[in-house]
Each structure stands twice: as C-alpha cells, then as structure tokens.
C-alpha cells in the first residue's frame, strides 16, 4: 500500500474483510497514521476538532499492518516487484496499491515568502491555523471549494476576507454556471469580497507577504493569504517505471493499471467511468473511502472480477452555515432546475439533466431531499 | 415504552424519528423489520433518519458514514463510535420504543451543546 491516508486506508481494511492474511505494508510519506482531511479547512481550522477527533482509525482497530510513516516512495521498479522508497529501502510486494494522493498546487515565486499557505495535510492545517488565530486581512486565491471553505471559517474568526478567482464565476468547473454563482453568492451574503474574472500576477512583500497584486492592476493588500488553486496527483515517483499515467495513474472502471498487480485508488488514479466513457480523476473523499474495494477486489482476483459500475461521484462542503451537497456529473447536463425551496433563501434542490434524465443533483441545506436523490441517482446508474 | 408511531404510518424503507434528547430513530427495513437506534451521527450533527436506509445499514446523508441497525456498529467512517440500540416493540398496530441505558455517543458539537458549552 503505498499511501497512508484514507484511500490507503480503506484498502488496507477492505484487504482484510476479504480474507487477505498475508503481510501487509502501508508506506506513507506524511508522519501520521491516517486522518481524515475534510475537517481541515472547517472545524479543524477553526479550533472546534483536535488533532485526536482527525484519526480515522477506530481504537479497536487492528488491520495487522506494519506502517512505514514519513518516509516518501521514490520508484517502482517492475521487473523485481520492488518500491524503492527515500530512504534507500527497497519493499518487494506481490501486489501493489498506488494511494499516493495529491498535493497542493502552488503560486510560482511564492516559496519562500512567510504569510503565505495551501491546506492540504494536518501539518498545513496547523501553521494556517496558527497564524489565522493574529487575525488580520486574509486573502484567498482560488474560488473553488477549499478557498471557499478556508474564507468561510476565517469569517467566523473575524477575519476580512477577500476572494480572487480567475474564472468569471467560481465552482463553475463541478457546478456549471448558474449553481456556481448562486453557491458563491454565500460570500456576498456574509460581506466577504469576491473579486472574479480576474487572475493573480503575483505577490508583494519582502520576507512576509503584503499584499496580493492582480492583472488587473490592483493591489489587494494581505496579513495571510491562502492559495486554493486545485491539486496534481503525487505520482512522479512513478516516471518510467511502465505504469501508464495520464493525468495520474490511468485506471479502468475498478482500478486495474496496465500493470498486472497493480492497481490505483483515491485521488492520484484516473478511473475509467463507463457512465460518462471516458477517464475522469475524482478528488472526493467518498471516491477514497468507497473505490478501494473493488480495486482490492480486481487485485485479489488477478484482474478476473467483473465490477458493479461505481456510485456516482459524491461530496459536500459546508461554507458560512450552509451545507452544500452534490452528486454526479455536472458536465453535459443541458439544463439545471431548482425543485424544492428557493436559491435566494440558500436552501433548495436542483437537478441537472440531460436529454430529459437527471445526471447530477445539487442540494444547499437539504440533507433529506439530497439523500433520496443520491440514491436515486445511484439505482438509475447500476 | 415510548410511543413512536403506528405501524402502517411507517413503510418500510421509511424511519420515523422520536423528538426525546437525544433524539431517536425508529427505521423499518425493506425486508420488513423493525429497528431503533440513536438519531444523530456519532461523526457530526446530522439526522440518521434522513439517511440512506439499505438492507440493514443506514448511510448518514452528510459524510457517509454507515451504522449496522441491528448492533449500532460502525460499518463505515469517518464516524468511530457505535450508535445506540434501543428496544422496539409492536403492540395492537403500535411501534414502541424501549430506551437503552447506556450513555450515548454523540459528536463532539452536540455533546459540548448539552453540556452547556459553546456549540
């Protein structure tokens, strides 16, 4: 297993339920046992989780792994079924798990300069936290769902917030347009700026950073700011050894690379998705916890399973109070209406469709509603 | 015994939820049986009987954790603790529940809430 956090983790365990008995080695390149990240940019950031609520491990759990902690897998050398990992260590393994993630990206010419973070591991989370507790004028860079989550918690903490997102709507990616501009409306309603369709040129500052420096001209000035700008899945390690990477490891539809023995899950496999016909690299939490048992199933296997279409892609986010939920592909809907409540008062329903049938389903505040949707959803999918 | 509600009120596939505190739901399966467990997450502050209900199992509706109704047990994260079980009984058409004993384990928000202490 390389990789230590959930995707990692739901293989270890699903290994187990399955009736591998054999040796089972978990390498990961953070120092901690496997946490949950969500709460990172929420309860995490605000003081209201500890570090101790973050396991994902159950006291009682014992999954007879040997944890190989904080040292990086740097090669897989195919022909010996080694990983070599940082430390000069090589690991033969019979089957191999790639979990290796992604990382955060960052702004070019920003290392360096103190002031300035991205929030993607527990250690990430502290040193924001951290300096988010001084107060001050906070910037994000990025509109999407952690920029959007980190604005919403350092509100709360009585920050001044600004978001700058390049694109003319933020979310619009995941959302489409018309649910992107109603969800990022949640900044407006809180009085923190949005400032979009304009790109960030670069930062000033000598040793901390002052202030944010758009295309535009404008200078937006800065105590703290938090760059929110997606991730690259974490498999250079893997350049060359003949594993097949196209926008990281290039999966079928349950997890099989083009290596026999090796499969890929969480956020750095690209799956095949037979619904949509074509590759799609999911960033949820859900496709961490959920996917990792049919790849564990096609490796104990030896390739010779036949797996049930996966669930659709789920997730949520929560920002100033308001619980967001989505399921699907927003991609190619042709239209998006709201069927239950009103966007105006930040609780409803909407459904995409496509050709007349739903294909995604966006709830805000609507858990139940949401819920039988996403159930829905997943029945007309199987 | 608690009252919950009268059998044909309760389709199977549906769960009905008892407004004590710590709240409790009563779900019934699509096989037919009857089961009573803690309403809230042990995760976070989110109703079960909102869930997804399948087989014996129901799926919180935020973060997807999974309890087993017939032990409370935890079948799938982020949540860690088990829910409650409490006792159902059905007399003359009528679903009652028989509390459990045991302390609950609610999430660190609600707890901290009935404690008196800021949400």
Known sequence: ??????????????????????????????????????????????????????????????????????????????????????????????????????????????????????????????????????????????????????????????????????????????????????????????????????????????????????????????????????????????????????????CGSDGRTNVAGVVAVGDCANWYDPRTKGHRRVEHWTGALERPDTAVATLLAYGATQPGAPRPPYFWSDQYGVKIQFVGHAVGADSVTVEEGAADDRSFLAVYRRAGSPVAVLGMNQPRLFTRWRKQLSAAAA | MIPACRLVDLPRGEAHRLPVDPPVSVFHTDDGELFAIDDTCTHQDASLADGWLEGCEVECPLHASKFDLRTGAVDAPPAKLPVRTHEVVVEDGMVYVRLSTEAPNLPPCVAARLAGGPA
Not at chain 1, 87 to 92: A, C, K, P, T, V
Not at chain 1, 224 to 237: F, H, I, N, S, T
Request: with cysteine; net charge negative; glycine share 16%.
């Open chain 1, 1 to 250: 297993m390389v990789g230590a956090s959930l995707a990692g983790l739901s293989a270890a365990r699903s290994l187990r339920q399955r009736g591998y008995d054999g040796r089972l080695v978990v390498i990961g390149d953070e120092p901690h046992r496997p946490y949950d990240r969500p709460p990172l940019s929420k309860e995490f950031l605000a003081g209201t989780l500890g570090e101790a609520d973050l396991a994902l491990e159950r006291d009682d759990e014992d999954l007879r792994a040997e944890w190989v902690l904080g040292v990086r897998a740097t090669g897989l050398d195919l022909t010996g079924r080694t990983i070599r990992l940082a430390d000069g260590r090589g690991m033969r393994a019979d089957g191999v798990v790639i979990a290796t993630g992604a990382a955060a990206r960052t702004l070019p010419g920003s290392e360096g300069l103190a002031g300035v973070h991205v929030l993607r591991t527990l250690d990430d989370a502290r040193a924001l936290r951290e300096e988010l507790t001084r107060g001050g004028r906070l910037v994000v860079i990025g509109g999407g769902f952690i920029g959007a989550e980190v604005a919403s918690t350092a509100y709360a903490l009585g920050l001044d917030v600004t978001v700058v997102e390049a694109a003319p709507t933020p979310l619009a990616g995941p959302l489409g347009e018309t649910m992107g501009r109603i969800v990022s409306a949640l900044h407006a309603d809180h009085g923190v700026r949005l400032l979009c369709g304009v790109g960030v040129k670069g930062l000033s500052g000598e040793h901390r950073v002052d202030a944010v420096l758009l295309e535009d001209g404008r200078s937006v000035p800065a105590d703290l700011v938090v760059v929110g700008v997606g991730a690259r899945p974490c498999v250079e390690w893997l350049e060359g050894s003949g594993v097949t990477l196209d926008n990281g490891v290039k």
